[in-house]
């Protein structure tokens, strides 16, 4: 069921499907290998409840939550 | 489009290799090992990126220039800034370099292929040092990476200063070699298209080189749009890219993925990084909700305390020797005005500048220290969520605490910082904060004004009364960067997308290089300004001159002499002069000449009211004369000068008014102009005297004067 990666709960993969939001943000989620089909989890979450880390591509990313609405994985 | 600029160099130049990458690839590191201790920093033309500089040598004879080029994920760009790496590498400001290393992080390879697939498209000569190979838990197959990129792939690791000789080798060997052949990346046909449209509406300096110029479409097609703030795009350009993306496809996922899918395809297995015990293990402590957050707390309240009380030690020792200095200038100088203009204007200048440095120092050790270690990024990760509500990044936290000890490093520390609108406001704001050299003023004034007494049962009231300044100067603080976020500062928010790198023991050699760069560059660029301005200063303290007292003259009457001779000064006239727009906030002219002294800096105000009030310049702020005299001090109707009223506008204005000119020179220098640093000054002194104006009348109208 596709869902927005930041509803995604903690440690658990999911497939981008989609990623969307504003052209420059989106072009450097892309450029940073966040396309359709590539596995993400969300592995660590700030002390005061955002920004979100994310694993991807075997790197360590931080995006807020409100950015991460943008991308739908399932 | 700007033509290729001749070059101001001789003909036979060094040749000139760039080195580029991914931010925390180690390139910095590479860069440091490769160039020995020297490097030279300069800024881009039109921008304030740093453009740094240090000689490779790859053989006996033969030396090449190196350039550091800023860290980049990618050519593509929407801002100026941004724009930097492809017109240096295609040479349209400077000469361009014969020779391009991209620098990969083994650990993180199809990333760092997706630049270097860029570079390959455009024809560069480049060559991909593959670092951190130490950090995998097998040996890469390079031979097989070449093969198929078709430029030379060269396993490094920086940090354990592995095979750095077979990579000069390689970078000697490809310097007179051809370009690399175009990777052939699969792109939808209908694409072709539209890159076919766009090569069509290119300038001639675009199409100079045919077998680039579809790669340039391809840049063009992913970075020009509606929003952009690119510098020199042809408006024909500019409609074409346009008209292609209003076609409806979905131009930057078929540019990207094209791009990716021809490096998985081709990456034999994914890249697998070794296990690292220790460090995986620290990075378990740093990242934990509980213990990660009390490391951080830690770790910050060690380098505010070291800005704070450590390097107390060291600007009482510079102070000192500037002094010693001055009195031995004046022992074997005749007496007279040049002897003053040596010891004082010049000396003191020259103190002025250095006494900043053991802060500088301290502060970029810190910075140096978690930058190698990849700490920074944990510090913007923990702290995003608090200072995304002034409207800026996590990044922005470092620089801010630091300006509780001094603007001058905290200006200087926002250079950690990506985007250019979020540098800017904190370098608005940062000068707000209640630094160390308004605490001596805070003192005597509430030492002065306040008789202690206690509130609440046995809370000290002068105690409570320097919290109320922190706590006012962090409350405009925040209110300031939130009004200028909305109004002058205004701007497509940039992303908050950040890379945690993993845990690294920081390397000294790196840490000392960034101390040692960021001094050099206050001294060479900031410190000159501050020298001429005490000069200036001076000057107009010191003149017109009084008839000089005769050698024999009582302590009492120099006293006097000097008070006369401040008051007539050209700034005692200035004080004069301005005394009708700062009566309505309680301040008499003789308080007007302090507030021009302390411009120098603003715990100068303590040793000018000395001066004025015929006491002589040496005494400090817990001098009781001082306090007498301020007590003592009158009104033509009697009534005395200093009430608590007045004291409390008078901080409130040294709160808030930017009376510091290394400040202004070192955000002038961070600027690249003089429009920001005026900005600054006139948006602070209107706040100060608008605040000190509604506190000095409001008490009136409250009966408290």
């Known amino acids: 069921m596709p869902r927005p990666l930041a509803e995604l709960p903690l440690n658990t993969p999911a497939t981008i499907v989609a990623v969307g939001g504003d052209r420059a943000f989106r072009r450097r989620l892309l450029e940073m290998g966040l396309l359709p089909g590539t596995t993400v989890s969300i592995t660590n979450v700030a002390p005061l409840g955002d920004p979100l880390e994310l694993t991807v591509r075997h790197s360590r990313l931080s995006i807020r939550r409100s950015d991460a609405r943008a991308v739908t994985v399932q | ?705």
């Open chain 2, 1 to 705: 489009m700007p033509v290729p600029s001749p070059s101001s160099e001789p003909a036979a130049a060094a040749p000139l290799v760039a080195l580029l990458g991914n931010p925390n690839t180690g390139k910095t590191t590479l860069f440091n090992r490769l160039t020995g201790q020297q490097a030279r920093v300069g800024n881009y033309p039109g921008v304030t990126v740093e453009r740094t500089t240090g000689r490779l040598a790859l053989s006996d004879t033969l030396t090449a220039e190196l350039l550091d080029v800023p860290g980049a994920y990618s050519l593509a760009a929407r801002s100026p800034e941004e724009q930097i790496t492809l017109r240096t590498l295609l040479g349209w400001d400077s000469p361009a370099p014969d020779l391009v290393v991209v620098v990969a992080n083994a650990t993180q390879l199809s990333r760092s292929l997706y630049l270097a697939v860029q570079l390959l498209e455009l024809r560069f000569r480049c060559i991909v040092a593959l670092n951190m190979i130490d950090e995998l838990a097998e040996p890469p197959n390079t031979d097989a990476l070449s093969a198929w990129l078709g430029a030379p792939v060269i396993p490094i690791s920086a940090q354990q200063k592995t095979n750095l000789d077979g990579l000069t080798q390689v970078i000697r060997f490809a310097l007179q070699g051809p370009p690399p052949p175009a990777p052939e990346v699969p792109y939808p046909v209908a694409l072709s298209e539209d890159v076919d449209a766009v090569v069509a509406a290119m300038p001639p300096a675009w199409a100079e080189v045919p077998l680039r110029s579809r790669a340039l479409a391809l840049w063009a097609l992913s970075s020009i749009g509606e929003e952009d703030e690119l510098a020199d795009i042809p408006p024909p350009l500019r409609a074409a890219v346009l008209a292609a993306h209003a076609r409806g496809r979905d131009i930057d996922l078929e540019i990207i993925s094209a791009r990716y899918t021809f490096i998985d395809d081709h990456l034999p297995t994914q890249d697998a990084a070794a296990d690292r015990p220790l460090a995986d293990r620290i990075d378990r402590v740093l990242l934990h909700p509980v213990w990660g957050f009390g490391v951080f707390v830690a770790i910050m309240l060690v380098m505010f305390q070291s800005l704070f009380a450590w390097a107390d030690p060291f600007i009482g020792l510079i102070e000192s020797l500037v002094g010693l200095t001055g009195e031995l200038a004046a022992g074997v100088l005749p007496p007279g005005i040049l002897a003053d203009l040596i010891t004082e204007g010049i000396i003191g200048g020259v103190g002025n500048v250095i006494v900043f440095l053991p802060q500088i120092l301290l502060l970029f050790l810190f910075i140096g220290l978690m930058e190698d270690a990849g700490y920074m990024a944990r510090v913007a990760y923990l702290m995003d969520r608090i200072m995304r509500a002034l409207g800026l990044q996590g990044q922005a936290f470092v620089p801010m605490l630091s300006g509780f000890a001094c603007a001058v490093p905290a200006v200087m520390a926002t250079r950690t910082m990506p985007s250019r609108r979020d540098r800017l406001l904190t370098m608005m704001v940062v000068p707000l904060m209640t630094c160390s050299a308004r605490l001596p003023v805070y003192t005597l004034l509430i030492a002065a004004l306040y008789p202690p007494s206690e509130a609440w049962g046995n809370v000290p009231v002068q105690g409570l009364m320097m919290i109320g300044l922190y706590l006012f100067s962090i409350g405009v603080s925040l209110f300031a960067a939130w009004a200028m976020s909305k109004t002058v500062l205004r701007g497509p928010a940039v992303p908050f997308l950040m890379e945690l790198p993993p845990f690294r023991v920081p390397l000294p050699g790196n840490v000392a290089r960034m101390m040692w760069q960021r001094a050099r560059l206050f001294l060479s660029e900031a410190g000159g300004v501050i020298l001429v301005c005490t000069v200036l200063l001076w000057g107009l303290l010191s003149f017109p001159q009084q008839t000089p007292l005769p050698d024999d003259a009582p302590p009492a009457a120099v006293s006097a002499w000097e008070a006369e001779q401040l008051s007539s000064s050209y700034a005692g006239q200035f004080g004069h002069a301005i005394e009708p727009v700062i009566a309505p906030l309680g301040f008499d002219w003789k308080i007007g000449v302090g507030l021009v002294g302390s411009f120098a800096a603003r715990e100068v105000f303590v040793s000018t009211m000395g001066l004025v009030y015929g006491i002589g310049g040496e005494v400090d702020e817990e001098s009781p004369s001082l306090r007498d005299a301020m007590r003592a001090e009158t009104r033509s109707d009697g009534k005395p000068v200093y009430t608590p009223l007045v004291g409390m506008s008078l901080m409130i204005f040294f709160a808030l008014a930017c009376q510091c000119m290394s400040t202004l020179a070192v955000v002038k220098r961070e600027t690249g102009g003089y429009a920001w640093p005026a900005f600054l000054f006139v948006y602070m002194t209107a706040l100060a005297w608008l605040c000190s104006f509604v506190v000095y009348q409001g008490g009136r109208l409250l009966g408290l004067g």
